[in-house]
Structure formats: C-alpha cells, structure tokens
Nanobody, 125 residues
C-alpha cells in the first residue's frame, strides 16, 4: 500500500526558511520520480518542484526557482523541499506526490497518482 506523509509545515514570517519532508512507503522508492505541489485558498493545485528517481533531474516552478530546493534521500525513502525567502504568496497546502509510471519524469499533476494529505504552510508579512 503506497503511503505518503508530509511533515514540517507551519506559520512563518516573510523571509524565513522552512524544510518540508515527505516519508514514503509501500513501493520501490528508487523507481519513481517525486514531486511537490501546492494549493492556495481559492486556487487550483500547482506544480512546485520535482526530482527524478535517480536525482539526476530536477524541475521547479518559475515562482520558486532560486528559493526552493527539492532533494531526496533514498536510504530514508524521503523527499524534501527546502524553502528559503518565503513570502506570503507561498502560503498554501503543500502536497507530496509520486509519479504514476516508473522511470518517468513529469511536472504535470496528471502524471502523479499518489498524494499525501498535505501540510499547511502559512507565511505572514
């Protein structure tokens, strides 16, 4: 049974840093790309960052490029999102996701079929 659980959300001030973690289980972690998406109130879910199964490729949304870093630790079956220089526009529920297909790298949410429950990140001015 595939399970994804996010950790690390919270209430932060603008300019602060925060690290999200996602613990994965129930599948061969090293076969799948992983990604972070987010959904702000009243908005649709949007892509934030992705890392491929071998950590050779990463991708970021334009809005977070240079501020956020995605990484994975295969020994811990975990994926992380380091978020720096947070601003109020980063306020959202952040979701960890697993790609549908092995050895496939995508930024499109439709290519991910397992999702965590999400963790709230709130950035105040």
């Amino acid at each position: 049974q595939v399970q994804l659980e996010e950790f690390g959300g919270g209430l932060m001030q603008a300019g602060a840093s925060l690290r999200l973690a996602c613990a994965a289980s129930g599948f061969v972690f090293t076969d799948f790309s992983m990604a972070w998406f987010r959904q702000a109130p009243g908005k649709s879910r949007e892509f934030v960052a992705a890392v491929d199964w071998a950590s050779r490729r990463v991708a970021y949304a334009d809005s977070v490029t240079g501020r956020f870093t995605i990484s994975r630790d295969d020994a811990k079956n975990s994926v992380y999102l380091q978020m720096n220089s947070l601003n109020p526009e980063d306020t959202a529920v952040y979701y960890c996701a697993r790609a549908r297909d092995v050895f496939a790298f995508h930024e499109n949410a439709a290519a991910y079929n397992y999702w965590g429950r999400g963790t709230q990140v709130t950035v105040s001015t």
